[in-house]
Nanobody, 126 residues
Framework: QVYLVESGGASVQAGGSLRLSCAIS????????LGWFRRSPGKKREGVAG????????LYLDSVKGRFTISRDSAKATLQLQMNSLRPEDTGMYYC???????????????????WGQGTQVTVSS
């Protein structure tokens, strides 16, 4: 069975930091691509950061570059997202996702991902 369980979401003030974690179990440990997505109020879900497990290539949404860092601990089967200098526009439900099959999509396209967690809420107040 596959589980992706996020944790670490909270309410913080602008300028603060949070560290999200995603525990990965089952077949998802073999994902070729792991990502963090978010759904902000009134917006579609968007890719925030992705990491290819084979070559370690990392990509970010432009608006989070320099502020967010995605990392993976393969031994512990966890995925992290360190978020610094948080802004109110970073508010949203954050999801981790695992892609098992290369379908030709980009790291930030939802259809590329096979498994999803339930999400953890991040709220940034001004």
């Amino acid at each position: 069975q596959v589980y992706l369980v996020e944790s670490g979401g909270a309410s913080v003030q602008a300028g603060g930091s949070l560290r999200l974690s995603c525990a990965i179990s089952g077949y998802a440990k073999s994902a070729y691509l792991l990502g963090w997505f978010r759904r902000s109020p009134g917006k579609k879900r968007e890719g925030v950061a992705g990491i290819y497990t084979g070559n370690g290539n990392i990509l970010y949404l432009d608006s989070v570059k320099g502020r967010f860092t995605i990392s993976r601990d393969s031994a512990k089967a966890t995925l992290q997202l360190q978020m610094n200098s948080l802004r109110p526009e970073d508010t949203g439900m954050y999801y981790c996702a695992a892609a098992m099959y290369e379908d030709g999509g980009s790291w930030n396209e939802e259809f590329e991902y096979t498994y999803w967690g339930q999400g953890t809420q991040v709220t940034v107040s001004s």
